[in-house]
């Protein structure tokens, strides 16, 4: 279990490396660069030169990047050349939005379709497996701007119960972005637990429980639900993954301060620093949640503990 | 279970009716409780003033550092908190006292300001001439400042609130050049102290309190300013909201005091809403299409006089600006100093526009390509269902404002669609005709145009400058290097009791005296 651990914390290195260097190439094939957004309109020649030189986008784009790599062996993330703010401390005050939304997002998510996923398996074919597929449907048809929109309309506009945007209003503020996240997780969520619940339910070994007599609530909650969590671990986990990367059109409409906008807003104005040291990160948490998730099989499946165990030995 | 989705269906549907009778009231709703408005205060100075006022910004501030915001709402926000030697009215166009108290010319290229005594900076410095000398000589390094503050000579302090400025060359808008936020003046002790964060050290009205990239700015009242007693609101809050729709609401909500840019398609929510006022202002940005004159194509005269007899401005206006605009006929700010468009010029003439394509050599018609910035993209499509009525077939080619920057400067396409907004003097037209400056999109070159420009500096006869520019304009207008299209219009928004802002050249607004009564 360690080593299988520790391998993964090491396979974690070449997948820094290999995205620091597609972010660095990919920045300086896109055309412009942070001089054409940092310099007024009315700048010369001269000036531009100036601020290539200021920024050090005058140099190869092999130096700079074995540069920046120098710089994040040491833990520096380098300073963003839009604010010049130090790249590390912008996105650790931006996580823990990001955090919070995703964390929300997901509660919702699975706090929502997994009831449904298992009402819907249970009765499947009934008229409720079809109302809540149509709701699946539903929530990853719309689109996430618009699902927020709406929110916005009615709940915020219309009837005044949540503020339209911003993080200012504690737990408030967090409901609107969380349910629209959410919504499109919900979906994916749902139909993976009732196909993950209709496996399962047909299974020999839950017919002979309820041959036994055990009553049905029972066969669902205590063998089914738990024999069926793997497929929804997994991608509870990856969707995790992607709140975590930044939910980018949720923040936008709902003025989210969170990583997602951060990185869009830093590729708008060229600002490869804080592209790549956001990624980097973004790159790092996700890689520890997989591993998470994969160690969180373990204590759902046995079978996989033991199969860690040896791999360990 | 049964009886669980029986009630889900329920609740679905109270919450259904709830909001659809709020959507049939819009006006009783939009002034119903909100969530997060701020409370109010009683300011100092008498009046019931709302305590923090906000405003809902739709482009990000890059940075509180006077020298280094480059962009207009990093200006807004350094105009809060920094000053110039010099501040502009842009009512009466009259130059007013700022850092400086007082200043005269006391040669041909020689100025002396005398600073006002007593003024501090927001760490409790007072505000003396070497931070002047200071202040200039650390944006003489830097991109955004270099080429106003590389005009000067020589700054010297004559005493500890006296500085002499004299410049290599005369140039009679000088002053208004440093009425710019970039030119605000900085405590020398904060910068050297502290390199990364000093540049937010100002000496303005307000004091920074917090700016956190690309979400929020707050600030707070400097009780030290020395024009105090006239500031009403204690604490200002610039938040950025990009999504227009959800800017609105917020003003709608009274989440924010002022929502500025509101989309001109929902501008009548903010008109119909008796508790909100929509303001709107002839904004300075002029929209237009620039010919690469160094290319083949771009180098016919007589083709561009055709596209712009083939562009009807009227129609781009409908499409692109919603029906908010002005059509432009001259390549110049609406008020700055110089503007005429009393010639003829080349407007919408389709048979004009065929003939001149026949005398062009392309009686047949071509394919050229356009670059524009993908924000303004359905102006260029109409322009391209425009131009194909007399032959032309325009590939476009659209990029982000960035890409589009560079691609200007590799000379790399024939038409280019672009707007642009101008300062305070002729500095801004001057860099967009002059032979080989930095904004001449159009790598246009005229000696005639070069020497008339060069001439308008040393001159300070208004009538006589004036007189220049208007010949400026005129061989423009015949040579067609551009085709100005049209003035943009600026849209903002605010509830009822909001006054004292001031609106500022190049689309500054300034916030400073600005309040709301309650």
């Known amino acids: 279990m360690y080593r299988y651990t520790l391998k993964r914390l090491l396979m974690i290195i070449p997948v820094i490396i290999g995205v620091s260097l597609i972010i660095f190439v990919a920045m300086d094939l896109a055309p412009g660069n942070a001089v054409d957004y940092l310099a007024p309109e009315d700048a010369t020649e001269e000036d531009l030169k100036l601020l290539e030189q200021q920024l050090g986008l005058d140099q190869p784009l092999l130096i700079r990047y074995v540069k920046y790599m120098g710089g994040l062996v040491q833990g520096d993330l380098g300073v963003s050349y839009i604010s010049n703010q130090d790249v590390m401390g912008t996105y650790m005050d931006r996580l823990p939005n990001t955090i919070a939304l995703a964390a929300a997002s997901i509660v919702v998510a699975v706090g929502l379709s997994i009831p449904l996923g298992i009402i819907s398996a249970v009765h499947n074919g009934s008229i409720r497996d079809n109302l809540a597929m149509v709701f699946a449907l539903l929530g990853l048809s719309m689109p996430?701007?618009?699902?927020?929109?709406?929110?916005?309309?009615?709940?915020?506009?219309?009837?005044?119960?949540?503020?339209?945007?911003?993080?200012?209003?504690?737990?408030?503020?967090?409901?609107?972005?969380?349910?629209?996240?959410?919504?499109?997780?919900?979906?994916?969520?749902?139909?993976?637990?009732?196909?993950?619940?209709?496996?399962?339910?047909?299974?020999?070994?839950?017919?002979?429980?309820?041959?036994?007599?055990?009553?049905?609530?029972?066969?669902?909650?205590?063998?089914?639900?738990?024999?069926?969590?793997?497929?929804?671990?997994?991608?509870s986990g990856t969707q995790l993954g992607a709140l975590l990367g930044g939910s980018v059109l949720t923040e936008t409409v709902f003025s989210w301060p969170g990583v997602g906008r951060l990185i869009i807003d830093s590729v708008n104005s060229r600002d490869t620093p804080m592209v790549t040291g956001s990624i980097i990160m973004t790159t790092i948490i996700i890689?520890?949640?997989?591993?998470?998730?994969?160690?969180?099989?373990?204590?759902?499946?046995?079978?996989?503990?033991?199969?860690y165990g040896a791999k360990g030995r | 279970m049964k009886k669980g989705i029986a009630m889900l269906l329920c609740l679905l549907m109270i919450t259904g009716s709830l909001t659809a009778c709020s959507s049939s009231e819009p006006k009783e709703t939009t002034q119903a409780a909100t969530v997060g408005a701020e409370t109010t205060g009683t300011a100092e100075t008498g009046g019931a003033y709302k305590d923090t006022l906000i405003v809902g910004m739709s482009a990000a501030p890059q940075t509180a550092d006077a020298q280094a915001a480059t962009n207009v709402p990093g200006k807004i926000i350094t105009k809060m908190i920094h000053m110039s030697l010099i501040f502009l009215n842009t009512e009466t166009g009259e130059l007013q006292p700022g850092v400086a108290e007082s200043w005269e010319q006391t040669g041909e290229a020689t100025y002396v300001f005398h600073l006002r005594q007593g003024m501090k900076f927001h760490n409790g410095e007072d505000v003396k001439a070497s931070d002047v000398l200071y202040t200039f000589a650390r944006g003489a390094d830097n991109a955004g400042t270099k080429s106003v503050l590389g005009q000067i000579s020589e700054l010297k302090a004559l005493d500890e609130y006296t500085v002499e400025l004299s410049l290599k060359e005369v140039d009679v808008d000088y002053p208004t050049k440093i009425v710019d936020p970039l030119y605000s003046i900085l405590s020398e002790k904060a910068c050297t102290e502290d390199p990364e964060n000093g540049g937010t050290i100002g000496c303005g009205p307000y004091v920074l309190d917090d700016f956190v990239l690309n979400d929020y700015v707050t600030m707070h009242k400097f009780e030290e300013y020395w024009d105090a007693e006239n500031l009403k609101t204690n604490q200002f809050r610039f938040r950025y909201i990009p999504e227009n729709s959800a800017r609105l609401i917020a003003l709608q909500n009274k989440e924010i005091d002022v929502c500025m840019n509101p989309a001109t398609v929902e501008v009548s929510y903010i008109a119909d809403d008796p508790s909100l006022v929509l303001n709107q202002m002839n904004s300075s940005r002029v929209f237009y299409l620039s010919f690469n004159t160094g290319s083949e194509i771009g180098q016919n005269q007589a083709l561009r006089q055709a596209v712009a007899c083939a562009v009807n401005k009227e129609d781009i206006i409908t499409v692109a600006a919603e029906g908010a605009g002005a059509p432009a006929k001259t390549l110049w700010s609406q008020g700055l100093l110089g503007f005429y468009d009393g010639f003829e010029g080349f407007s919408y003439d389709l048979e004009k526009a065929k003939a001149l394509m026949a005398e062009a050599g392309y009686a047949d018609g071509l394919t050229m390509e356009i670059a524009c910035d993908s924000a303004n993209i359905s102006a260029v499509e109409v322009i391209q269902s425009q131009l194909r009525e007399i032959g032309i077939e325009l590939t476009i080619n659209e990029m982000d404002s960035a890409g589009l920057t560079s691609y200007i400067g590799q000379k790399s396409t024939t038409l280019?669609?672009?707007?642009?907004?101008?300062?305070?003097?002729?500095?801004?037209?001057?860099?967009?005709?002059?032979?080989g400056l930095a904004s001449n999109d159009a790598f246009y070159s005229n000696p005639r145009v070069d020497e008339l420009f060069a001439a308008g500096g040393l001159i300070t006869d208004v009538a006589e400058r004036e007189a220049m520019y208007k010949e400026v304009q005129e061989i423009l207008a015949e040579e067609v290097p551009y085709i100005p299209l049209y003035y943009g219009v600026t849209y903002w928004g605010n509830v009822q009791g909001f006054d004292g802002m001031m609106t500022q050249s190049g689309g500054i607004f300034f916030y400073a005296y600005s309040y709301v009564t309650e």
């Open chain 2, 416 to 435: 280019l669609y672009n707007a642009r907004s101008y300062g305070a003097t002729v500095e801004g037209p001057r860099k967009v005709f002059v032979t």
């Open chain 1, 144 to 235: 996430n701007f618009w699902v927020g929109l709406l929110l916005i309309i009615y709940l915020s506009n219309g009837l005044g119960w949540f503020p339209s945007g911003g993080f200012n209003d504690g737990l408030l503020s967090l409901v609107l972005p969380a349910i629209t996240a959410g919504t499109g997780f919900m979906a994916v969520i749902t139909r993976t637990t009732r196909s993950s619940m209709l496996d399962v339910l047909n299974q020999d070994y839950l017919r002979t429980a309820r041959a036994k007599g055990v009553n049905e609530k029972t066969v669902v909650k205590k063998h089914a639900l738990k024999n069926a969590l793997i497929p929804i671990i997994t991608i």
């Open chain 1, 287 to 307: 890689s520890l949640l997989l591993l998470a998730v994969d160690l969180l099989y373990a204590v759902v499946d046995p079978r996989l503990r033991s199969r």
